[in-house]
Structures are given as structure tokens and as C-alpha cells.
């Protein structure tokens, strides 16, 4: 998977993450406790849209993002870009949630959702940014839609009044289409007949 120039904010998305797990949730509970629903996170009345906030910060960005980081293998990125996605939006109800209890939001939490933010943004930029054949593609039809073909050309020629290229007209010269030869064939044929009606049978009378 060719990720460009979101390395360096996957790199910083991961590093937010290990930093969040440091740092305190809520209360006393750091980030770590509640990703593995330590009793710390019940003491600190952690509500479950924080835990599976966390899991999926941890699921999207802990593991998927540091092996898509390691392999460049397409299907982590794919999941960890819908697990962060999840996580930073559902972090909403999370604070909300947060909001309700006694003990606030600590930094980390902030923390966290930066986090998730981060990972988020850099993924929908890989998604979102068309691959090199897809550029050579646009490229090439970009290419074909702004060039006329002899015909087209030499008939736009023709309807704007204007004289045709020298190299239309010897293109128009080489082409049996692009030839009036009508009034040649018409020629021929009246002569065919001349020729025929002088051998009939009234030429030997």
C-alpha cells in the first residue's frame, strides 16, 4: 500500500497513542488501565463508551496501523481506517458521556482522540488520493478528448471556412475516405456506356 506522504502522521498518530496510554484517562486511570479494564477504570466510573473508544483507538491505531506501518499490506490500513474512524467520532458520546460522572476527563483522553483524529485524517488522504495509473489514465484521456481525429479535424476545417493543413490535405490525398473522387467515377461510367453503345449492334451497320 503506497501511503506517500501520510507516514510521518500515521508515525505521530501512533506515538499520541503511546503517549495516551501514559497519561491519565479520567481520575487516576491512565490510558493503559482502561484499554485493559483494569479496576483503576471502574474507580474512576469509566462508562463504556469510553472502553470501546479505547479498544478501538487501541485496535485501530495500537496494532493495525503499526503493521500496516511494518508491511504496507492494503487490508490493515482498510481496518484500522474504519476502526479510528469509529473511535474519533464515537468519541463524542464518550466525552459526553464523560461529562455526566464526577471524576472529569483527564489529558489523556484529549490525548487520545487527537489520536484518532490524526489517524483518521491521514488515512481518508491515502484513500482519497488517486495512484499513479489512475493518473496515467486521466492522463492518457485527457490526451485523446483534446486531440481530433483526421476526419473530425479536417471537417471542422471545412465548416469554419478555413484551408486545410498541408499535412490534412496530404493525409486527405493518401485516405480513400477523405476523397471526393464522385465526379471520377461518374466519368467512368458514362464512358463505360459510350464504349458499350459503340460496340453494340448498331456500330456494324
Known amino acids: 500500500m503506497d501511503l506517500g506522504g501520510q507516514v510521518w502522521p500515521l508515525a505521530v498518530a501512533v506515538l499520541l497513542f503511546v503517549v495516551y496510554l501514559f497519561l491519565p484517562h479520567a481520575g487516576a486511570a491512565s490510558g493503559w488501565e482502561v484499554v485493559f479494564h483494569q479496576p ?9 463508551t469510553e472502553r ?10 495500537g496494532v493495525f496501523t503499526v503493521l500496516l506501518l511494518a508491511t504496507r499490506r492494503a487490508a490493515f490500513g482498510l481496518i484500522a481506517w474504519m476502526l479510528v474512524a469509529v473511535a474519533f467520532f464515537g468519541s463524542i458520546f464518550a466525552f459526553w458521556m ?3 460522572a464526577q471524576v472529569p476527563a483527564g489529558i489523556g483522553m ?9 489517524a483518521f485524517v491521514a488515512y481518508s488522504l ?11 489514465a486521466e492522463a492518457a484521456r485527457k490526451r485523446a478528448a483534446g486531440q481530433l481525429d483526421e476526419v473530425g479535424e479536417l471537417q471542422s476545417q471545412l465548416r469554419s471556412g478555413s484551408e486545410p493543413k498541408t499535412q490534412l490535405r496530404s493525409d486527405a490525398r493518401r485516405n480513400p475516405l477523405l476523397v471526393d473522387d464522385r465526379r471520377k467515377r461518374a ?11 459503340s460496340n453494340g449492334p448498331g456500330a456494324d451497320a
Do not use: N
Open 98 to 100: 464523560r461529562g455526566a
Open 40 to 48: 483503576a477504570a471502574a474507580a474512576a466510573d469509566v462508562k463504556i
Open 187 to 197: 466519368a467512368a461510367r458514362h464512358k463505360r456506356g459510350d464504349t458499350g453503345s
Open 52 to 61: 470501546v473508544f479505547s479498544d478501538l483507538l487501541a485496535l485501530g491505531v
Open 110 to 118: 484529549y490525548i487520545g482522540v487527537l489520536s484518532a483524529g490524526v
Open 126 to 136: 491515502v484513500a482519497l488520493r488517486k495512484s499513479p495509473e489512475q493518473l496515467a
